[in-house]
């Protein structure tokens, strides 16, 4: 099927977006290690250069701006928000979904040097939020106007069950579309989704002691879980090796494309943002695959997250068309 791409992403812009999930702040320190600590077996790092970045789950609202979708983000974070809604503020997204209370708000530091990350330290909790029904309530009625949702899960207590439960009942009722990013808590939880998009430390974390993940299981593994959480695709990112998408009528992995990958950190994010657009659109599963796919590896080619390039996503996947 020959797909007008430009005609695709043109309609993004027609698309709003509930994304419900972990916020956090990703910091950047960069400097050069040119000596060692007296007090310690350590290298000292000078540093340069220091930057904020919006992470998690406001990755993900990031990646469906840069697109030139409608994110609205709904999450938790700390009374003492670390600059966060300042963030938001700069990169124009909407506060409006998100909850304040006494927890920290997530910070996650990175010390760069010579292009390696040399350490990083993590400021969190991730007991469950304190007011669940009232996050429920404020999320639910943000959800009225969206056309797609995300659950972006990093386990920092965001999507508590209850939470999960109660808002995937909503969108069910008022048939939203529903694409989950998971992580081992509660994996079990997100049943009758339409794209499950776990990566693969995550499918090896929620398998049995007993089952081995190899090249050739996968696929059943795949197969028999898909039925178990009844949802309509399975979207697996395999890392340097691309995806592997399983639904009802396709059963395929599609390769990475060859590129020079500086850094893991938020490719799962431009995945799912860019699979929800596709979702919405009324894709077939095949080329959601694909266009992820995509997506996912562009993310991969500068330090740190980054929202995706829009018009170099679509120069990559008009060419491949």
């Given at each position: 099927?020959?797909?007008?791409?430009?005609?695709?992403?043109?309609?993004?812009?027609?698309?709003?977006?509930?994304?419900?999930?972990?916020?956090?702040?990703?910091?950047?320190?960069?400097?050069?290690?040119?000596?060692?600590?007296?007090?310690?077996?350590?290298?000292?790092?000078?540093?340069?250069?220091?930057?904020?970045?919006?992470?998690?789950?406001?990755?993900?609202?990031?990646?469906?701006?840069?697109?030139?979708?409608?994110?609205?983000?709904?999450?938790?974070?700390?009374?003492?928000?670390?600059?966060?809604?300042?963030?938001?503020?700069?990169?124009?997204?909407?506060?409006?979904?998100?909850?304040?209370?006494?927890?920290?708000t997530t910070v996650k530091t990175r010390i760069i040097s010579e292009n390696k990350h040399?350490?990083?330290?993590?400021?969190?909790?991730?007991?469950?939020?304190?007011?669940?029904?009232?996050?429920?309530?404020?999320?639910?009625?943000?959800?009225?106007?969206?056309?797609?949702?995300?659950?972006?899960?990093?386990?920092?207590?965001?999507?508590?069950?209850?939470?999960?439960?109660?808002?995937?009942?909503?969108?069910?009722?008022?048939?939203?579309?529903?694409?989950?990013?998971?992580?081992?808590?509660?994996?079990w939880e997100y049943k009758g989704v339409n794209i499950f998009k776990p990566n693969l430390?995550?499918?090896?974390?929620?398998?049995?002691?007993?089952?081995?993940?190899?090249?050739?299981?996968?696929?059943?593994?795949?197969?028999?879980?898909?039925?178990?959480?009844?949802?309509?695709?399975?979207?697996?990112?395999?890392?340097?090796?691309?995806?592997?998408?399983?639904?009802?009528?396709?059963?395929?992995?599609?390769?990475?494309?060859?590129?020079?990958?500086?850094?893991?950190?938020?490719?799962?994010?431009?995945?799912?943002?860019?699979?929800?657009?596709?979702?919405?659109?009324?894709?077939?599963?095949?080329?959601?695959?694909?266009?992820?796919?995509?997506?996912?590896?562009?993310?991969?080619?500068?330090?740190?997250?980054?929202?995706?390039?829009?018009?170099?996503?679509?120069?990559?996947?008009?060419?491949?068309?």
């Amino acid at each position: 099927m020959n797909i007008n791409w430009h005609s695709i992403f043109n309609d993004f812009k027609k698309i709003k977006v509930l994304i419900v999930g972990d916020a956090m702040i990703d910091c950047y320190m960069w400097g050069i290690i040119n000596r060692q600590s007296p007090e310690a077996p350590i290298p000292i790092v000078d540093i340069e250069k220091y930057e904020k970045k919006l992470g998690g789950a406001a990755n993900v609202a990031s990646n469906i701006k840069a697109l030139g979708a409608s994110p609205i983000l709904c999450s938790v974070i700390g009374n003492e928000d670390k600059g966060f809604l300042d963030l938001m503020k700069d990169k124009k997204l909407s506060t409006k979904g998100i909850l304040q209370e006494e927890r920290k708000t997530t910070v996650k530091t990175r010390i760069i040097s010579e292009n390696k990350h040399q350490l990083r330290v993590d400021e969190e909790d991730n007991f469950p939020i304190v007011n669940e029904y009232k996050f429920i309530k404020h999320t639910t009625n943000l959800m009225n106007n969206a056309n797609v949702i995300i659950f972006q899960d990093y386990n920092k207590g965001v999507l508590t069950k209850d939470v999960i439960k109660s808002l995937i009942k909503y969108a069910k009722i008022k048939k939203i579309p529903i694409l989950v990013d998971p992580k081992k808590e509660n994996y079990w939880e997100y049943k009758g989704v339409n794209i499950f998009k776990p990566n693969l430390k995550e499918l090896k974390e929620s398998i049995s002691k007993n089952e081995s993940l190899s090249s050739d299981s996968i696929f059943k593994i795949v197969s028999k879980q898909r039925k178990k959480l009844n949802a309509d695709c399975f979207l697996l990112t395999l890392s340097k090796k691309g995806v592997f998408i399983q639904s009802k009528n396709i059963n395929k992995q599609i390769p990475a494309t060859i590129r020079n990958i500086v850094d893991v950190s938020g490719a799962g994010d431009s995945v799912i943002a860019t699979a929800a657009l596709a979702l919405s659109l009324k894709l077939d599963f095949y080329n959601i695959g694909r266009l992820a796919n995509l997506a996912g590896g562009l993310s991969c080619e500068k330090i740190g997250v980054n929202p995706i390039e829009k018009e170099k996503l679509l120069k990559e996947i008009s060419c491949l068309n």
